[in-house]
């Protein structure tokens, strides 16, 4: 009899154990899968913000490109400005100058000229 009691106290401890191990493995699972599907979800959240993070750029980077050409453009025309208005003032000062040059040679020739009489 004693035999018996240990044979069916070790089945029932067999089947026990089995029926443990076998939620051990289905709660392994679950939370492999659960797992992957938040990783999932996580991997689609990071490549939307990256997508969205490069298009800001990019439109940053082009928001950048047309304001420096439009600087470029304006310093362009002011230093096309100053250039030709320093040019004028040069050419005015030549020429005052050539003429005070042609007039104090005249008068330097009118006095040789006189000297010489």
Not at 17 to 27: G, L, P
Not at 46 to 72: I, L, N, R, Y
Not at 86 to 108: L, R, S, W
Request: aromatic share 2%; no cysteine.
């Amino acid at each position: 009899m004693k035999l018996r009691l240990v044979s069916l106290v070790s089945v029932v401890f067999v089947f026990g154990a089995m029926a443990v191990a076998q939620d051990v493995k289905a709660d392994v699972d679950k939370t492999a899968k659960d797992t992957a599907h938040v990783t999932k979800k996580a991997a689609k959240k990071t490549a939307g913000a990256t997508k969205k993070a490069a298009t800001k750029t990019a439109d940053t980077t082009e928001d950048t490109a047309k304001k420096a050409g439009h600087a470029t453009k304006e310093a362009a025309v002011k230093t096309e400005g100053a250039t030709e208005k320093a040019a004028k003032k040069t050419g005015h000062a030549v020429k005052k100058g050539a003429k005070k040059t042609a007039d104090e040679t005249k008068e330097g020739a009118e006095k040789t000229k006189d000297a010489v009489k």
